[in-house]
């Protein structure tokens, strides 16, 4: 059985894939700004009481499995990872900004699914399957 959570007044398990890619699929999540980014997602979910279940990056995107109660409305949680995460990223690494055009870290759009518990471990493994070897 699935573990459920327990909120105030209902019972849930919530979770949601989610993917961003880079602005012009730039390949820049490496070395030092991909454990900065890691490190930065995870401030943010803290932050705004959500779990990050697995996390893992390519050179150009971001795969993330997360666990959410009702009152999380997922633009909101996407705005915070992308938004802070930009700012705090070129803040840190102001070099970043040469190499994208306009200073635009990540791509406006974003995919995200529902995960049903009988999915969950295929898209873990799918997640963590993400780095090249």
């Known amino acids: 059985m ?3 959570t327990h909120g105030r007044g209902c019972v849930y ?9 880079t602005k ?4 820049v999540l490496q070395g030092q700004v991909e ?8 401030e943010i979910a803290k ?9 893992e ?5 971001i795969h993330l499995l997360i ?4 009152q999380h409305h997922i633009p909101n949680i996407i705005k915070a990872l992308k938004g802070v995460s930009a700012r705090l990223l070129f803040k840190k690494f102001p070099e970043l900004k040469k190499k994208l055009w306009g200073g635009h870290l990540w791509n406006p759009s974003y995919l995200v699914a529902t995960v049903s518990e009988n999915t969950e471990e295929q898209i873990r493994e799918y997640i963590k399957g993400q780095k090249p070897i």
């Not at 398990?13 to 890619?21: A, E, G, M, S, T």
């Not at 012009?24 to 390949?27: G, I, T």
């Not at 900065?36 to 997602?41: C, G, P, T, V």
């Not at 932050?47 to 996390?55: A, G, H, L, Y």
């Open 47 to 55: 932050d705004n009481n959500f779990i990050i279940e697995e996390m």
């Open 13 to 21: 398990l919530i979770k949601y894939h989610i993917v961003w890619c």
């Open 67 to 70: 666990s959410c109660s009702p």
């Open 57 to 61: 990056t390519d050179l150009d995107h």
């Open 35 to 42: 454990y900065e980014l890691k490190a930065i997602i995870g």
């Open 24 to 27: 012009y699929r730039h390949k």
């Open 2 to 4: 699935p573990k459920v």
